[in-house]
């Protein structure tokens, strides 16, 4: 048994039925009315019986890039899906694979995000949607950019607190963090560019299929062009922060050496004058001097005071 539906203006009610009945109800369509076959997960086995009952069984596989392909009067459009996992700091990825002609519309699913069940909701309760193929398949794109919105607006938010940690005063190496995040938005990234030359020519008014001829699309290009662009975006400041967090880690090692090297300056002086009054010295004038001892004491304090004032005044202490 497959999830299926009549959408019309008067509403959308979900039903099971066998794979082979879909063509019966997709051939008593009336006018207006779209047949939305919604394989979900569970179901994607079946996939192969249902396209061939309804007539869309010569359109490809639904793997691979995100695309749309069109086959004759039909479409095979392949998007991925995108969720914000807080917890791990991860963008996770599925797959939404739509198939139709305009009157049938088969959605798979893969991947932990659903954008489907949001969509019945919003069919049952916006009649404007239900009006052919072209709408269905508009409300599951519209779902689909409005979870890249919201993934992409958690992935600016980690990025901003990782920016405003790589220049505060703290000295602790994110190096990790960075490259996970470059990780995650090359993911997303992969995820919208594909479908750019698509977005620009609905966008722009100049494609070619009329599937994608609803104004609605036109709007919905656009979001993900501007989706697009924010995560070049996110991706030119992580470069940004990258290269500074080197520069940074660079100066840090560059003080550290300056400070030890001060300190062992400052070390060598009590050590040379120990060291020559160490010597196994038979004559020896101050050994004989009741002030020798205090005054080479004296010597060592002042020359190591200089050397800390001059140290200090060079920043390197």
């Given at each position: 048994?497959?999830?299926?539906s009549?959408?019309?203006?008067?509403?959308?009610?979900?039903?099971?039925g066998e794979?082979?009945?879909?063509?019966?109800?997709?051939?008593?369509?009336?006018?207006?009315?779209c047949?939305?076959?919604?394989?979900?997960?569970?179901?994607?086995?079946?996939?192969?019986?249902?396209?061939?009952?309804?007539?869309?069984?010569?359109l490809?596989?639904?793997?691979g890039?995100?695309?749309?392909?069109?086959?004759?009067?039909?479409?095979?459009?392949?998007?991925?899906?995108?969720?914000?996992?807080?917890?791990?700091?991860?963008?996770?990825?599925?797959?939404l694979?739509?198939?139709?002609?305009?009157r049938v519309?088969?959605?798979?699913?893969?991947?932990?995000?659903d954008?489907?069940?949001?969509?019945?909701?919003?069919l049952a309760?916006d009649?404007?949607?239900?009006?052919?193929g072209?709408?269905?398949v508009?409300?599951?794109?519209?779902?689909?950019?409005?979870?890249?919105?919201?993934?992409?607006?958690?992935?600016?938010?980690?990025?901003?607190?990782?920016?405003?940690?790589?220049?505060?005063?703290?000295?602790?190496?994110?190096?990790?963090?960075?490259?996970?995040?470059?990780?995650?938005?090359?993911?997303?990234?992969?995820?919208?560019?594909p479908?750019?030359s698509?977005?620009?020519?609905?966008?722009?008014g100049?494609?070619?299929m009329?599937?994608?001829?609803?104004?609605?699309?036109?709007?919905l290009?656009?979001?993900l062009?501007?989706?697009?662009?924010?995560?070049?975006?996110?991706?030119?400041?992580?470069?940004?922060?990258?290269?500074?967090?080197?520069?940074?880690?660079?100066?840090?090692?560059?003080?550290?050496?300056?400070k030890?090297?001060?300190?062992?300056?400052?070390?060598?002086?009590?050590?040379?004058?120990?060291?020559?009054?160490?010597?196994d010295?038979?004559?020896?004038?101050?050994?004989s001097?009741?002030?020798?001892?205090?005054l080479?004491?004296?010597?060592?304090?002042?020359?190591?005071?200089?050397?800390?004032?001059?140290?200090?005044?060079?920043?390197?202490l």
């Amino acid at each position: 048994m497959v999830d299926y539906s009549v959408v019309s203006r008067e509403g959308t009610v979900w039903r099971e039925g066998e794979p082979g009945a879909l063509g019966r109800v997709a051939e008593r369509l009336a006018e207006g009315e779209c047949l939305w076959v919604d394989l979900g997960r569970a179901q994607e086995g079946r996939a192969a019986e249902v396209l061939e009952a309804v007539g869309l069984g010569l359109l490809g596989p639904g793997r691979g890039r995100p695309k749309v392909d069109r086959v004759g009067d039909a479409y095979l459009i392949v998007v991925k899906t995108l969720w914000y996992v807080e917890e791990t700091r991860q963008v996770e990825t599925g797959d939404l694979v739509i198939r139709t002609d305009g009157r049938v519309v088969v959605s798979a699913l893969r991947g932990g995000a659903d954008p489907v069940s949001p969509v019945r909701e919003r069919l049952a309760a916006d009649a404007a949607l239900r009006a052919g193929g072209e709408a269905v398949v508009y409300a599951l794109l519209d779902r689909v950019v409005e979870d890249y919105a919201v993934a992409l607006e958690a992935l600016e938010d980690v990025i901003e607190d990782l920016e405003r940690e790589v220049f505060s005063e703290s000295r602790r190496e994110v190096f990790a963090s960075i490259y996970s995040l470059i990780r995650e938005t090359l993911e997303f990234r992969d995820a919208v560019r594909p479908l750019d030359s698509f977005a620009n020519e609905v966008g722009q008014g100049h494609s070619q299929m009329p599937l994608f001829s609803r104004p609605g699309f036109r709007d919905l290009a656009g979001r993900l062009l501007r989706v697009e662009a924010e995560v070049e975006t996110c991706m030119s400041l992580l470069t940004t922060v990258l290269s500074a967090h080197q520069g940074q880690i660079g100066a840090w090692q560059n003080e550290d050496m300056r400070k030890i090297s001060a300190w062992a300056a400052l070390a060598l002086v009590p050590t040379v004058i120990a060291g020559i009054y160490g010597m196994d010295f038979e004559h020896v004038p101050e050994r004989s001097w009741v002030f020798a001892y205090p005054l080479v004491l004296f010597v060592i304090v002042v020359l190591c005071l200089l050397l800390h004032r001059a140290f200090k005044r060079s920043g390197w202490l």
